[in-house]
């Protein structure tokens, strides 16, 4: 990876094989603190709340560090414009990721949320336990470690191939980003537990 820093995020693209060079990453856990949080938001799991949407019903969303933003394009996407981009790699703080929605289903039954509709030997304990080793999967990247030996250890590998082998996807607006698709499980933990994760830019937002 050749890294560069935009926007206090570090991005750049990793390979197989090599170590992570260029820039350092952070790797340990940041403030779990939200100041969009009001009395009125409710909460889903450690740290994580979420509102429901006013005008459109049946949709709920987790409460990022720029909430504010989000409803704003949110509300008024017709003033806004989407560019797609050639796909970027960066690294960026869980919290920085709006967009996270969950159904009134799975807000009745967080259980069947995490268990991927009982799909699978899923759960909120085995997710937040695979989760956990984000902080020491960064410092071994940038000890020089390359991801492939990462994924073939047998303690950091689950969290590895989970988090890295498919990076969730996310549109860039403002100073935040908004979520697409791939990964809302591996968004709330990682936003509980506050880690930094990667994830694929693939278009920019803007006002028209």
């Not at 799975?106 to 989760?131: C, Q, V």
């Not at 980003?177 to 499980?185: I, L, M, P, T």
């Amino acid at each position: 990876m050749t890294g560069d820093i935009i926007d206090n995020v570090i991005t750049g693209e990793y390979s197989s094989g090599r170590g992570f060079g260029g820039d350092k990453i952070l790797a340990s856990p940041i403030s779990k603190k939200n100041k969009f949080v009001t009395e009125k938001d409710m909460l889903f799991c450690e740290n994580v709340f979420y509102r429901a949407d006013a005008i459109r019903k049946g949709n709920n969303f987790i409460i990022g560090n720029h909430f504010d933003t989000f409803m704003e394009f949110w509300n008024n996407m017709e003033i806004y414009e989407q560019k797609r981009i050639e796909q970027q790699l960066v690294f960026v703080e869980a919290r920085n990721v709006e967009g996270v929605f969950l159904s009134d289903e799975e807000i009745a039954d967080p259980n069947m949320f995490w268990s991927h509709k009982n799909l699978g030997e899923y759960s909120r304990e085995s997710m937040f336990e695979t989760t956990q080793y984000l902080p020491e999967i960064f410092v071994r990247l940038n000890n020089g470690e390359n991801i492939d030996s990462i994924m073939d250890d047998e303690r950091l590998g689950e969290c590895a191939i989970s988090y890295f082998s498919s990076p969730i996807r996310v549109s860039k607006l403002h100073d935040t980003y908004v979520f697409c698709r791939d990964g809302r499980h591996r968004v709330i933990a990682a936003q509980s537990l506050g880690c930094i994760i990667p994830a694929y830019v693939e278009s920019i937002i803007e006002k028209i």
